[in-house]
């Protein structure tokens, strides 16, 4: 039985994780890298005072970092797949980790950067495996295992590491 999300009150002290890690959240005045939102030794340094502009820088700077994962795993998976997706577009969304649409777009969620990376690759190589395979069958599974043998583990931790990836 799955556990329920945990909930987020942006104060600080609260755990957020980044890339596999746990980051202790830290409303600052200012960063050392001058960033809105800085990974600093085990804390997450937020250049905010309220929760509410946390809560949105936060979710700026996943989004951000998503996408700089997107931009380094995408081509190279893209290339061993032989696949080319159309688009890929980073946003928000509280359920999916991903989609790929028939057209060959390809969403992942801003969360992504939450998880370990092994798990994050895992989500970018399943999205691109549905522009060979549109569906979830035994052919798309099977596409998905021969790009990451380790698939079906990673996919367990990523429903492991889900209740902690919450904005």
Not at 141 to 161: F, G
Request: charged share 25%; with cysteine; hydrophobic share 40%.
């Amino acid at each position: 039985m799955r556990q329920l999300p945990i909930q987020r009150g942006y104060e600080n002290g609260e755990i957020f994780p980044y890339r596999g890690k746990h980051f202790e959240l830290a409303l600052v005045n200012e960063t050392p890298a001058g960033a809105k939102v800085t990974p600093d030794g085990g804390r997450l340094l937020v250049c905010a005072d309220k929760a509410e502009c946390a809560r949105q820088l936060i979710l700026y700077w996943y989004t951000a970092e998503t996408e700089n994962i997107a931009r380094s795993l995408v081509p190279a998976w893209s290339k061993k797949l032989a696949v080319r997706p159309r688009a890929v577009t980073v946003k928000y969304a509280r359920t999916r980790w991903g989609s790929c649409a028939a057209s060959g777009n390809i969403f992942l969620n801003s969360r992504l950067a939450m998880l370990s990376v092994e798990v994050g690759e895992y989500v970018v190589v399943h999205e691109l495996c549905h522009l060979k395979q549109m569906n979830h069958g035994s052919e798309f599974w099977d596409e998905v295992k021969r790009a990451l043998p380790l698939a079906m583990t990673l996919r367990r931790s990523l429903r492991e590491q889900e209740r902690e990836a919450v904005l």
